[in-house]
T-cell receptor, first 114, second 112 residues
Framework: KAGVTQTPRYLIKTRGQQVTLSCSPI?????VSWYQQTPGQGLQFLFE???????NKGNFPGRFSGRQFSNSRSEMNVSTLELGDSALYLC?????????????FGQGTRLTVV | AQSVTQLGSHVSVSEGALVLLRCNYS??????LFWYVQYPNQGLQLLLK??????LVKGINGFEAEFKKSETSFHLTKPSAHMSDAAEYFC??????????FGAGTRLTVKP
């Protein structure tokens, strides 16, 4: 069965622009989480969606938003990009919204803000 | 709230030597603990997880970890390192809110 698919893999944007990243979870998985990975901050939790509802949110400014569609696909949007938003953005899907469920990660979208 | 601390951002071992990657956690509820591995330009792959029950957990690729509640630790070990083990390893904790928190990661280098 297909894994978690993130598109695009690489993206270059200019400061002040906005960007939308896409994540298609494993078929049947209803929970999608997003993480930001940077060399300085490591892996930081952005938000989690389950059945089209945001269930958890990390400590990021309102410029970071997301949504989940009825087919469980998820998008995250970053508005008014800053240089510090350059990072690898990882999406993970899991079968259910329980703490001991394994999360399956996509390969990530590497965003560079110039 | 929960958090993890990984001791040592970089560990270097010789091929065939013991691998020990340290992880300590903090959690106000019984924790679920995970180890993930990340190869360059890849996402994270689950190595093993502790939920309840047996405190010694065996994972893929010969790795195992032991949950020690008294020490709030979940260290990852492998008896004999292979060159293919070179990667970044992340310890993670999940609690009642289902928001998984990751450690800063430990980069493992394996010398021939």
């Amino acid at each position: 069965k297909a894994g978690v698919t993130q598109t695009p893999r690489y993206l270059i944007k200019t400061r002040g622009q906005q960007v939308t990243l896409s994540c298609s979870p494993i078929s049947g998985h209803r929970s999608v989480s997003w993480y930001q990975q940077t060399p300085g901050q490591g892996l930081q939790f952005l938000f989690e969606y389950f059945s089209e509802t945001q269930r958890n949110k990390g400590n990021f400014p309102g410029r970071f938003s997301g949504r989940q569609f009825s087919n469980s696909r998820s998008e995250m949007n970053v508005s008014t990009l800053e240089l510090g938003d350059s990072a690898l953005y990882l999406c993970a899907s899991s079968l259910a919204l329980v703490p001991n469920t394994e999360a399956f990660f996509g390969q990530g979208t590497r965003l560079t803000v110039v | 709230a929960q958090s993890v601390t990984q001791l040592g951002s970089h560990v270097s071992v010789s091929e065939g030597a013991l691998v020990l990657l340290r992880c300590n956690y903090s959690s106000s509820v019984p924790p679920y603990l995970f180890w993930y591995v990340q190869y360059p330009n890849q996402g994270l792959q689950l190595l093993l997880k502790y939920t309840t029950g047996a405190t010694l957990v065996k994972g893929i690729n010969g790795f195992e970890a032991e949950f020690k509640k008294s020490e709030t630790s979940f260290h990852l070990t492998k008896p004999s390192a292979h060159m293919s083990d070179a990667a970044e390893y992340f310890c993670a904790v999940s609690g009642g809110n289902n928001d998984m928190r990751f450690g800063a990661g430990t980069r493992l280098t394996v010398k021939p």
